[in-house]
């Protein structure tokens, strides 16, 4: 059985920094596509950071709104993802869901796996 488990949520100040992890257990996911969304209040969930194929290989996005202020990587032999925030302010504040894919994530249909989800409140 897959579990998808996110940790490292909680409540900061506007300019600070928080990281975020995602543990995969169940099976190994070296290959699989690992992405975050997130759910504020009100909202649609939306991607945050993703896979995307570029016809040469596979590549990393950056919804434009965390562009140049989160930053995601991965440790294959721990199956576990991390998701660095910097400069945060308060319209990040929502829920973040791990996400794991066979390969792309872009949409919430390309994934397989969702984690249960970690708030992440930042005040002004």
């Known amino acids: 059985q897959v579990h998808v488990v996110e940790s490292g949520g909680g409540l900061v100040q506007a300019g600070d920094s928080l990281s975020l992890s995602c543990a995969a257990s169940?099976?190994?996911?070296?290959?699989?596509?690992m992405g975050w969304f997130r759910q504020a209040p009100g909202k649609e969930r939306e991607l945050v950071v993703g896979?995307?194929?570029?016809?040469?290989?596979?590549?990393?996005y950056y919804a434009d709104s965390v562009k140049g202020r989160f930053t995601i990587s991965r440790d294959n032999a721990k199956s576990t993802m991390y998701l660095q925030m910097t400069s945060l302010k308060p319209e990040d504040t929502a829920i973040y869901y791990c996400?794991?894919?066979?390969?792309?994530?872009?949409?919430?249909?390309?994934?397989?796996?969702w984690g249960q989800g970690t708030q992440v409140t930042v005040s002004s």
């Open positions: 996400a794991v894919g066979a390969s792309v994530i872009r949409t919430t249909e390309d994934v397989q796996y």
């Open positions: 169940g099976r190994t996911f070296s290959s699989n596509g």
């Open positions: 896979v995307i194929w570029s016809g040469y290989g596979y590549g990393t």
